[in-house]
């Protein structure tokens, strides 16, 4: 294919690239954010894919089959405690403003320089080559699409070369837009999640032609296989000791995954809310399952059909589509792989420039005293010029590596080794953020000693390969020391260098780091340090337990912020804190101390946490606090958070208290208002009676002379008066006993007919003399009863009442006894003036009376019905009534038959 | 309840390592083969797809029950 083609495609790839980025920014500034988004940062996340995703996986398919997803596999089981670790790192890296996972260490371990410098020279150190294999993975496809075979390269007319210049331009363009690093790479960003897409798509398209365009998809290609001899030990993990490879492959990934500079930097750093968490959980792993579907038919295919040429397995995803003559698609591809490729290397550069400037330049060039105490206008410049300049010398350094040394080694290896690497980390950040007894010494002794077991077997081994160095150190040890020898150390043998690496490495860096931390005295800054990582939940707002003591002035702490962040800048950023925290700031007095640290804090999103700390305290004087008033510090704290915790915790438990309060109150008041008017229903009702019962007692009295038969009769009345009076008190006495619940049942067995039997002859007898006609309807049989018999007679006897008074002449009043099985059911039925249909439920209520004083009411004490109530739900029964106005009405209650 | 979630976040993990190693591996470690394809990586792509069901049920499923928890105390 004409060289033009590809390289124009290209250069217009990479300008699609500064257009998304451009546009992410542009939309940022009006406020639209575009990676604030979880799907963005879901993709971004998928910078985990490069070039070596992208071809490498196919080429160890072809030799390890199904091994190479370990790899995958490892964030898959990592995505799982995202919530618990990740959101932790992501917490403390805001709130104390770290920008790389160099700052990040040397933050938790006492804010030292060291240890930011060493982490940032390890990174460097084991990334380089991962970055530089990038290149090489667009020279080697470059070389391919254009079937240039020429081994030699001259310098001018390598496109590599040119791609790497763009590159820089586009990433100082796009990753020094502001001095402070914390700050999000919006422009960065967007591109990376977009060459996620691109990459994930090219691949698909690929493996959908090769499977079902080239074979008859997976079974065919599966069956085509299975019938060369050299594919039959790729179907199983072969080797005694492919267990511990795969394991060990899916332990360094879930290690990768989140702690190599470029995964740091796209999940961590540039997160920007940690919500984004939830959709990445499952979504990341979901790209990678997805970007892999087709690694295998590729690998398998490419090597059914390249069977007898010598075609370079890692190069087969191209390969393919040229061979059967599809330019399109074979351009297609390249630009898939040349997004896996560019957007790592935009990530990783970012990262790496950040700690590089950082922990590496800035503390040697601040530490001259020129910069202290003096406004300079150029510091901001300087930073960025620094940072400019350490993006350009990690990609020329890249550049050199795959030019000059990256082919004496394989490209499978520099991936795992890189990774390896990294893995050093992960004891200092794990333990740092969930043991506090973690110190600085630890941490450098397991980061040191780790690095250098990994050097002396990883990397001795590759230079000895490479012939730079003698070979004979592989097979007799140095110095013919044998149990020394890289590759078997302490005649550890059997496994393969990565599984061989790993173990010793991590042996050796956590026994230091364990080791070292106990043996250690931590000093007060770490001890703090120590206590802000490990409870981050309770330290989230730091500002509430700041440890800094001592003297600074205003005007110094300005001159400084001024220096890194401009006038306008830090003037805004420190009223806002003073503001927020209601501090008042005098201008030419001694700062708050909170103050202090805020600005601290500020400066170390720009440099650093230790040269920031440096910094401040070249412009203050801080009074060194020993470890006891640490402690004591920390304590009051956390005692003021906990008891803030209690406080709101009472204070909500509180009001749920009130609110129950209220509503029992105004229940109170409900049933105080019910009972005055009971109360006042009767005392009239009793003084109804007592007044007849008065005024003929006085008749009586005052007439000595009256007549015997009319005394008898006035006398008669008073009787009677009285009869009623205590038939009142009674019913009222009732009443109040069965709705305390004083009046317990006498439950006796008892034939229900016999009671409704005596009942009706009793009853008849006084409808007779009110010419009142009365019927009974029952079964034949008994009905036996569990039930208290005096209560229900009473209810009867109610009822009956009621009916034979509202009854008028020459009307029947019916009773009808029916057995329902589970209950029996009684109704009576009268021929009265009947009740409207609204008062239906309001008879039942012993105030009824009372509350309705404008609704026509039913003669009698309204009391009767509400004892019937009481005591046909005390037998858990229910009663009601059916009637309408002048249609007379059946009044019908049932009881449970227990025994039935 | 945050906790809770932590610990479910444990045990997911120790039970997709378990699904991808050692012991319960070395079951389909074998060339016994489904149609053409071998056990292993069927093995492997369904374990794989199950872990991702796991996934994203944990973390999508009532990601609020803490708030409903609270309001019925």
Sequence with gaps: MSKAIIVVSSLLYLLLLFCIAYYAEYKQKQGKSIINNAYVYALSLGVFCTAWTYYGSVGRATTNGIGFLAIYIGPTIMAS????????????????????????????????????????????????????????????????????????HNLLSDTTLYFTI???????????????????HEGLVAAVAFESIIKLIAFLVAGVFVTCGIFNGFNDIFF??????????????????????????????MVAVMFLPRQFQVGVIENVKEEHLKKAVWLFPLYLFVINIFVIPIAFGGKIIFQNMSVDADTYVLALPLHFNKPLL?????????SAATSMIIVETIALSTMVSNNLVMPII?????????????????????????????????????QFVAHYFSLVSIGLISFTGVAQFAPAIIGGIYWKGATQKGALASIIVGFAIWFYTLIIPSIAHAHIISDSILNNGPFEIFWLKPQALFGL???????????????????????????????????????????????????????????????DLYSLLENFLGKERSKNLIQNYAHRHKISIDMHAKADPRIVSFSEKILAGVIGSSSARIMVSSVTKEEELSLNEVFKILHESQQMIELNKELRKKSIELTKATDLLKEANLQLTTMDELKDEFLYTVTHEIRTPLTSIRSLAEIVHENPNLEEAERNKFLGAVVKESERLSHLITKVLNLEKYESGKQKLNLTSFNFIELVNDLYSSYELIAKDKKIKLSLQKPNSMLLLHADKDLLQQVLVNLLSNAIKFTPEDKTIQIVVSDMQTEIQVSIIDAGKGIALELHELIFDKFFQAKNQTIKKPEGTGLGLAICKRIVEMHNGKIWVESEVEKGARFTFTIPNFEA | ??????????????????????????????????????????????????????????AEAKPFKKHQKNKNE
């Excluded at chain 1, 074979?330 to 040349?338: A, D, P, Q």
């Design chain 1, 330 to 338: 074979s351009m297609m591809v390249f630009i898939g792989g040349f």
């Design chain 1, 493 to 555: 043998e059997g496994f393969d260098s990565i599984t061989h690496a790993l173990f010793w490495s991590m042996f050796f860096n956590l026994s230091a780091y364990i080791l070292f931390s106990i043996y250690s005295k931590p000093n007060p800054q770490e001890v703090y340090q120590a206590e802000v990582f490990v409870d981050i939940d309770i330290y989230q707002n730091p500002e509430k337990s700041n440890i800094w003591r001592g003297t600074a002035y205003m005007p």
């Design chain 1, 166 to 184: 763009f590159l820089a331009i586009f990433i100082i363009i796009f990753g020094t837009r502001s001095v402070d690093a914390t700050e999000k």
């Design chain 2, 1 to 58: 309840m945050i906790n809770n979630k932590k610990q479910k976040n444990i045990t997911l993990s120790f039970l997709l390592m378990l699904l991808f190693c050692y012991p319960i591996f070395t079951i389909f470690n074998k060339k016994t083969f489904i149609g053409n394809i071998p056990i292993l990586y069927i093995y492997i792509a369904v374990s794989w797809l199950v872990a991702l069901i796991f996934l994203i049920i944990s």
């Design chain 1, 366 to 402: 601040f530490s001259q005293n020129k910069f202290k105490n003096t406004i300079d206008k150029s510091i901001q410049d300087t930073i960025l010029y620094i940072r400019r300049f350490s993006i350009l010398f990690i990609l020329i350094l890249a550049y050199i590596y795959d």
């Design chain 1, 224 to 253: 085509k296989a299975s019938h060369i001899d050299e594919f039959t030990k790729l179907f199983t993990m072969e080797g005694e000791n492919a267990n511990a490879g795969w394991f060990a492959s899916i332990l360094l990934s």
């Design chain 1, 81 to 152: 405690l995202f919530f618990p670790v990740l959101r932790k790192i992501i917490r403390i890296t805001k709130a104390q403003r770290i920008n790389s996972i160099a700052d990040f260490i040397s933050t938790r371990y006492g804010k030292n320089a060291t240890v930011a410098s060493v982490v940032s020279i390890f990174c460097v150190i084991g990334v380089l080559p991962y970055i530089a294999l990038q290149l090489k993975a667009i020279t080697i496809s470059f070389d391919i699409l254009t079937n240039n075979m020429a081994t030699s």
